[in-house]
């Protein structure tokens, strides 16, 4: 059944005119932006296609490339690209807040912006937000990129790049593609190491982030390990 065959009040985009984006599931905010769906399935199920590819994690839906999201029965290049589009207008979103704004009072969007980064990951990824004297972004930058499993971050190196970008302060974070946020006692003694390292340069350590899958990314400050 198409959606135009749908009560009024059912309807993907009248509930959200009425009710707002929040009440709205993913498949259906999805089939908003899809806007039609193929023969034989409307938006909605186009929407749950999409989704169901990836695992239902909106986040791995985020990052994939255009060839995975075109090569979903019914999504085609044009879709794909509308998509792809989209989630990279949310990472410019919140990377103009994080620099707008003193990132100690905006960590959800700190959050929000690191699993759109890293959640998807297939391999270990290590990264430093770089922040100015007002804790606000500076840059954004990859560091190291390891294997499935580990990278190496090299404290000489990041105390290197700190001081080429002249900032005051420092929020890192890497993922972990097992979808286990826990730290391991090796990201426990790294972050020790570069704090201390970081420390001799004047530059502060505020958060070191782990991103795992859909979970909410594990904060070093929250848990009293810096």
């Known amino acids: 059944m198409s959606i135009t065959d749908w009560p009024l009040a059912e309807r993907p985009r009248e509930r959200l005119l009425r009710h707002g984006p929040q009440a709205l599931s993913d498949a259906e905010l999805l089939a908003i932006y899809l806007r039609v769906g193929v023969r034989g399935k409307s938006a909605v199920d186009l929407a749950r296609d999409l989704l169901k590819r990836f695992d239902g994690h909106l986040s791995r839906l985020a990052e994939a490339s255009l060839k995975e999201l075109a090569s979903v ?46 959640a998807s990951q297939p391999r270990e990824i290590f990264m430093a937000l770089w922040l100015d004297a007002q804790n606000r972004l500076l840059i954004a930058e990859e560091l190291f990129t390891g294997s499935l499993t580990q990278t ?16 005051a302060a420092v929020i890192l974070a890497h993922n972990h593609p097992s979808g286990i946020a826990e730290p391991s006692r090796a990201d426990e003694m790294l972050t020790r190491s570069l704090k201390e390292a970081l420390a001799m340069v004047d ?4 958060d070191h982030f782990i991103v795992a899958g859909n979970q909410l990314p594990l904060s070093f400050a929250e848990r009293g390990l810096l």
Request: hydrophobic residues 50%; without cysteine.
């Open 73 to 118: 029965s019914g999504i085609g290049l044009a879709k794909a690209a509308q998509l792809k589009a989209s989630f990279e207008l949310s990472r410019r979103a919140l990377s103009q807040e994080l620099a707008q704004r003193d990132t100690l009072s905006a960590p959800g969007a700190v959050r929000d912006w690191l699993r759109l980064k890293l």
């Open 152 to 167: 190496s971050v090299y404290p000489r190196e990041v105390v290197k790049i700190a001081l080429a970008h002249n900032a």
């Open 203 to 206: 530059v502060r350590l505020l």
